[in-house]
């Protein structure tokens, strides 16, 4: 067990780099991006570019495992997205961000497969939810001090690219140095309409709904609190205590969604948010004591829904099908999130910077109202098929893997409870 930790601990490590640097990137491009002038509907492709790279590396990163190994694609992908973060600074025009936000998010989407890949081959069917449960806190914590670097120097300035460089840079050392073996070939993720749909339509639009509101939150909701005249210690406290909500309200509501028809509660929570949407529309720019209120609610009740909509699906299939089942769920998030960040920019410049939560209202609203038609039409799941809810980071469809709510396959039955500290891998020498 004591080898499985110090293992865990390094990919842990690596993973809490990316994610906060990752994080403060996204934030810190949309700031950045409307200091210097760029259209809003740009800053917005900023995003949705991004998706389109991480759904593209979701399907091509694992070719490029299989044919060179864990460590050395990681070590590409990585240097990559790191002189991605540096190339920024140095080209500020609009097309090449929007070039470089796909390379990042194709990056990024190989960079998690890898990781979550290598804690799945460690972790045996008794530590899953014990695994997930701190690559879950290691995901908030991470992200939570990747939005409060925004305020560590001016984001007009080079610093803070300089900070997610490094900060990506320094996931490559406890990968690089690990000495265990490399886990299995990684699966390409696929994304099933059909099977989605036919499993579970709520689960589907309820995904598709929160990537393309909670995107369009990611891509240009710091540019929202910008244009009310905030400074940049404030657009970082907005973000970072949406972040905390979200991770306050994954455990209540879980327990809630366990206890009574899941449907119930995912209308109820996309209900809200839409009402703390149309909180933020309404009163956001009038104080910013108004503003955090608003942006705790939306964090509160925004960032839960895909996990429940998850849970939800899950209820409905067979337990062998719960890891493609949930990967194809994130896949159509991304989906999701190409489009929200395009229509919410739109909306802000017809109608100004309250018509991003006009955009997040509407889509939640549009939720809860498909909900109720859903209750209506079909019966709750049995509730001897209901699975406990977990939390799970929105990382790479590979983290499905270490969830325990799937059916362990006969490899995850005959996997070690110890791992090898030597390997016969050329990769490893």
Not at 73 to 92: C, G, K, M, P, R
Not at 170 to 198: G, H, M, Y
Not at 281 to 296: D, V
Request: glycine share 8%; aromatic share 10%.
């Amino acid at each position: 067990m004591g080898k499985v930790i110090r293992i865990l601990a390094a990919l842990l490590i690596a993973a809490f780099f990316l994610i906060a640097g990752n994080g403060l990137q996204g934030t810190l491009l949309a700031v950045r991006g409307n200091l210097e002038g760029f259209p809003l509907l740009m800053v917005g492709f900023l995003m949705s570019a991004y998706f389109a790279g991480f759904i593209g590396g979701c399907r091509i990163a694992p070719l490029m495992v299989k044919r060179v190994g864990h460590i050395r694609s990681f070590t590409a992908l990585a240097s990559i997205a790191s002189a991605a973060a540096l190339a920024y600074a140095l080209a500020v025009y609009p097309a090449v961000w929007i070039g470089l936000r796909i390379i990042t998010g194709f990056c990024m989407a190989g960079l998690y497969m890898i990781i979550e890949s290598w804690i799945n081959e460690n972790a045996t069917n008794e530590r899953r939810g014990r695994i997930l449960s701190v690559y879950r806190i290691t995901d908030l914590v991470a992200a939570t001090l990747g939005q409060a670097l925004l305020a560590a120097a001016d984001p007009t300035m080079f610093s803070l690219f300089a900070i997610v460089s490094i900060l990506i840079s320094l996931a490559l050392v406890p990968v690089a140095l690990t000495n265990s073996a490399q886990p299995r070939p990684i699966a390409s993720a696929r994304l099933d309409l059909e099977k989605l749909f036919r499993i579970s339509p709520l689960a589907a639009v309820g995904c598709l709904c929160v990537g393309a509101a909670n995107g369009a939150f990611w891509a240009v909701g710091a540019v929202y609190v910008q244009q009310l005249g905030y400074d940049v210690r404030t657009i970082a406290v907005f973000m970072t205590t949406a972040v905390i909500a979200g991770a306050l309200s994954q455990w209540p509501l879980g327990l809630a969604s366990d206890t009574v028809d899941r449907r119930i509660i995912i209308i109820l929570v996309a209900s809200l948010c839409a009402a703390s949407g149309a909180f933020l529309a309404a009163a956001g720019g009038t104080s910013s004591e108004m503003l955090l209120y608003g942006a705790f609610a939306f964090g509160f009740t925004a960032m839960p829904i895909f996990g429940l909509c998850v849970a939800h699906a899950n209820d409905r299939a067979e337990p062998h099908e719960y890891v493609t089942l949930a990967a194809s769920l994130l896949l159509l998030y991304g989906v999701g999130a190409v489009i929200g960040p395009v229509m919410a920019p739109l909306a802000m410049g017809a109608f100004g910077p309250h018509a991003l939560f006009m955009h997040t209202a509407a889509t939640y609203a549009l939720l809860a109202i498909f909900g109720l038609f859903r209750v209506f039409l079909r019966d709750p799941a049995p509730r001897s098929n209901r699975e406990t809810y977990v939390s799970v980071p929105r990382t790479s469809p590979t983290v499905f893997e270490i969830d325990p709510r799937g059916e362990p396959s006969p490899e995850d039955d005959a996997a070690p409870t110890e791992v090898e500290t030597e390997t016969t891998s050329t990769e490893n020498k």
